[in-house]
């Protein structure tokens, strides 16, 4: 082992210790990685901060802006107001809570989706008098399953940014702008349903039924309306639908062409800002978001791991420890230590903190590396057995006054149903080899 490997391999495990230790935000833990790597003298500054111009980060900075204009719109709110009408039942109130839900999944992380739903939440439970634990545990349920799904929001330049993991350790990319969707449909075909019918009905109720009084006489659901920023006026409103949609037609057919797709979501935040639907202060707002400094700081690990052969060293490692596994049997064992992890340690942080470790070893014998990256990557999301395991579902337990019991209970099934999907569809869609 060289002292470059050894100096790669400890800033390696460096930040996997800062992240699952939870004492550091992991956009901090990783923006410490190009600056490690570039005093120990690994890379050289281009090499460590090249990430900076990369064209997943350009598309996540645009997406990120637009996702923040349909944010302050009125739109999910009022499609909730018109499905949930008189005494309605549960399944009906879920219904209704869900649409937004998926709508909003279309631009922003699970985390934003349930700050702008429990407001919303707690408005429909005391109009229907209704208690918030029959309905907080499956809402956020629903935004960890849905985000990300249709990639039109701020992470659909995330295929990129995998492709860039695997291309800097030498392998071929071969993420499209549709295998992260593509790769999470029997959840959401199968998760979804018992989301929002059966788990509704295991959920406790806790006689939490707010009163009009803590929505301030009125729904709060206003707040979405404005996001952070001045409410916005009809005219408004139309006009971002338009951008909105212009960009994300763009955005598509970019892709089909294999054109970047930074061009559409570029010029539909540009759009946004000179019509002055998005101030400058939100849209440098909405560019800061920790993902894109995830990103930025992971992937010249790849690079280093690559350039040291220390790829090489910890893909023998793997190989030695699995010994004679099966390919299936292989992603079996990813996806189960990623999936405990998990349910410990927030979801994004054992993601990132595996993939670039599932992309080497795949490089380093011939896999396909979809493979690997993508069971790390839905073992994370299977997230519903603890409030630790993602932020979304801790905002989700505080707000529906929860019992760790209660998560148990009603996480099981949704876990099981996840990894059985898992098992029958993945393999055999992405396999190893």
């Known amino acids: 082992m060289t002292v470059q490997i050894g100096i790669v391999l400890g800033i390696f495990l460096l930040f996997i210790a ?35 111009l990369n064209n997943s980060i350009v598309m996540m900075a645009g ?35 869900a649409v937004p839900i998926i709508l909003l999944s279309c631009v922003i992380n699970a985390t934003a989706i349930m700050t702008i739903m429990i407001p919303m939440i707690t408005g429909i439970c005391a109009e229907q008098k209704r208690p918030l634990s029959k309905f907080m545990f499956a809402s956020a349920c629903l935004a960890q399953l849905w985000a990300g799904f249709i990639p039109i929001g701020g992470n659909a330049g995330g295929y990129l940014a995998q492709n860039t993991i695997v291309e800097n350790l030498g392998g071929v990319g071969t993420f499209t702008y549709f295998t992260n969707m593509i790769v999470k449909i029997p959840a959401i075909l199968f998760v979804t349903p018992v989301v929002i019918w059966l788990t509704v009905k295991m959920a406790p109720d806790l006689g939490n039924v707010p009163a009009m009084a ?24 139309k ?5 909105f949609t212009a960009t994300i037609l763009g955005i598509i057919v970019c892709a089909c062409l294999k054109l970047n797709t930074w061009y559409a979501s570029s010029l539909g935040a540009l759009a946004l800002v000179i019509t002055g639907i998005v101030s400058d202060r ?11 400094f995830i990103t930025i700081g992971t992937m010249p690990l790849s690079t280093a791991l690559k350039s040291t052969g220390a790829d090489v060293l910890l893909a023998d490692t793997f190989n030695s420890m699995t010994g004679d596994m099966s390919p299936l049997m292989t992603m079996v064992c990813m996806y189960i230590v990623c999936f405990v992890l998990t ?47 993602a932020p979304a579902m801790t905002m989700g337990y505080e707000a529906g006054g929860y019992k760790m019991k209660d998560y148990l ?25």
């Open 282 to 292: 939100e849209a440098i707002r909405a560019m800061g978001n920790p993902v894109i």
């Open 409 to 433: 209970k009603m996480g099981i099934l949704l876990c099981l149903i996840r990894f059985v999907t898992f098992l029958v569809y993945v393999p055999v869609v992405f396999p190893l080899k």
């Open 239 to 243: 006009l971002t639908a338009l951008i």
């Open 63 to 97: 997406m990120f802006v637009v996702g923040a204009a349909v944010g302050k719109t009125s739109i999910v709110s009022r499609l909730s107001k018109t499905l949930i009408k008189g005494e309605s039942s549960d399944f009906r109130i879920m219904l209704g809570i």
């Open 18 to 52: 800062l992240i699952l230790s939870g004492k550091t935000k992991i956009h901090v833990a990783a923006m410490m990685i190009p600056i490690a790597l570039e005093i120990t003298g690994v890379l050289e500054f281009k090499e460590a901060w090249g990430g900076m």
């Open 343 to 389: 349910q410990f340690v927030t979801n994004s942080a054992v993601n990132n903190a595996f993939k670039t470790l599932a992309a080497l070893i795949c490089v380093q014998n011939g896999y396909d590396a979809r493979a690997l990256m993508l069971t790390c990557q839905e073992a994370s999301s299977n997230c519903y057995l603890t409030p630790m395991a």
């Open 214 to 237: 803590q929505t301030g006489g009125k729904d709060k659901t206003e707040a979405g309306k404005g996001g952070r920023g001045a409410v916005l006026t009809p005219s408004q409103e």
